[in-house]
């Protein structure tokens, strides 16, 4: 039996994880960014910026954020650690069945020339992780501590990311 994989599952393995840090570096920074909408001034200043926040409840919103924010996560920690990662495709499964939900609202709201597209593209992108990472899964391996240092420094990494520059933008509201 052949050990080496061939160019083309190689070249389908770095699409699938360049695809994963991508989309969970953003959905990171975009759920976490709306978590922090708990804070009343936070979730005013964010009424004012995008039309379709305020169509929406802010514990909606936040959960949205929620979801966002881990589904991220599980794009990138589980595939980084080896830690679980049959977690993936249900991260990106997940992530998948949230821009279907964000579509069908925009399509409602009668929002097609930004965001739904926006949501398709986003959604399709998931999906076809979530396809990927069960026709080629990562194996997993034992936990180790360099292991589980490095998915710390990049939890870490990504929550300060996603959650500075709101931070950042409420505090220098002018």
């Known amino acids: 039996m052949n050990s080496h994989p061939s160019p083309a599952t190689r070249t389908l393995n770095v699409l699938l994880w360049t695809l994963q840090v991508l989309w969970g570096i ?68 997940g992530l998948t069945l949230i821009m279907i939900l964000a579509a069908g609202f925009h399509i409602a709201r009668g929002e097609y020339h930004w965001f739904l597209p926006l949501n398709l593209v986003l959604g399709g992108i998931a999906a076809l992780i979530a396809w990927g990472r069960v026709a080629m899964p ?3 391996k034992p936990i180790s501590s360099l292991r589980t240092l490095a998915g710390l420094a990049v939890l870490c990494a990504l929550v300060l990311g996603g959650i500075a520059p709101v931070l950042y933008q409420s505090t220098h509201v002018q």
Do not use: N
């Not at 910026?49 to 589980?78: M, R, S, T």
């Open 26 to 93: 953003l959905f990171c920074f975009s759920g976490f960014g709306k978590v922090l909408a708990y804070d009343p001034a936070v979730w005013r200043q964010f009424l004012h910026q995008v039309a379709w926040f305020a169509a929406v409840p802010q514990g909606l919103f936040i959960f949205i954020g929620v979801c966002e924010g881990l589904g991220g996560l599980g794009l990138i920690l589980p595939a980084m650690t080896r830690v679980a990662p049959k977690l993936i495709p249900l991260a990106a499964t």
């Open 138 to 140: 990562i194996a997993p």
